[in-house]
């Protein structure tokens, strides 16, 4: 079955310093490689997705994220980091003929001045 | 950009108490689901629709758990007896055919919190 790990439930950065998030993934065929965030009290914001091509993916507000099949790895990443970015990030896999969504647990980002 | 819709934002329940969770998915959309996040937990898959019918079930989508498209516009979620760990934050979610991959992901809700007490 498809999982998702992210090993790092809480990350604490000084803004303008740059991010990385880890996600891996176990899926027997091709994955389709998602990045969630999530602010408090709020849904689920798509921030980039992964389906086959360039390995590395631009998504919004500054994202990206590179998938490396060799890793099993599918980490976001950000340059410098801004004081909105605090939220909740979850890495997701799509699987199945009817696209199931696995999530991993979740990163809690703190962003500190 | 399309949404999809959910109401309420925030309902509250007596335990025993049906409740119903409504959400509008984006309407070229044929693919719907339901998902249940716990607070401080992650997201979990409840149950994918298609062509009117579960396609897929999750072992937490038991008996008390149904869900229904009415009119061809609504997906709605009832759960029949609420208990207390029901309370979770439920988000709907649509995407368009699985062939269609240039629009392939998932679109969320903004999610209803329900609280049962």
């Known amino acids: 079955a498809q999982s998702v790990t992210q090993p790092d439930i809480h990350i604490t950065v000084s803004e303008g310093a740059s991010l990385e998030l880890r996600c891996n993934y176990s899926?027997?065929?091709?994955?389709?490689l998602f990045w969630y965030v999530q602010s408090p009290g709020q849904g689920l914001q798509l921030l980039l997705k992964?389906?086959?091509?360039?390995?590395l993916v631009q998504g919004i507000k500054g994202f990206e994220a590179e998938f490396k099949r060799s890793q099993s790895s599918f980490n976001l990443r950000k340059p410098s980091v801004h004081w909105s970015d605090a939220a909740e990030y979850f890495c997701?896999?799509?699987?199945?003929?009817?696209?199931?969504?696995?999530f991993g647990t979740g990163t809690k980002l703190q962003v500190i001045p | 950009e399309p949404e999809v819709t959910q109401t309420p934002s925030h309902q509250v329940t007596q335990m025993g108490q049906e409740v119903i969770l409504r959400c509008v998915p984006i309407s070229n959309h044929l693919y719907f689901y339901w998902y249940r996040q716990i607070l401080g937990q992650k997201v979990e898959f409840l149950v994918s629709f298609y062509n009117n019918e579960i396609s897929e079930k999750s072992e937490i989508f038991d008996d008390q758990f149904s869900v229904e498209r009415p009119d061809g516009s609504n997906f709605t979620l009832k759960i029949r007896s609420t208990k207390l760990e029901d309370s979770a934050m439920y988000f709907c979610?649509?995407?368009?055919?699985?062939?269609?991959?240039?629009?392939?992901?998932?679109?969320f809700g903004s999610g209803t919190r329900l609280t049962v007490v």
């Open positions: 997701a896999v799509v699987s199945g003929g009817y696209q199931k969504v696995t």
């Open positions: 979610a649509s995407t368009i055919s699985q062939g269609a991959r240039v629009s392939f992901g998932y679109t």
């Open positions: 992964y389906f086959s091509g360039d390995t």
């Open positions: 899926y027997g065929a091709t994955p389709y």
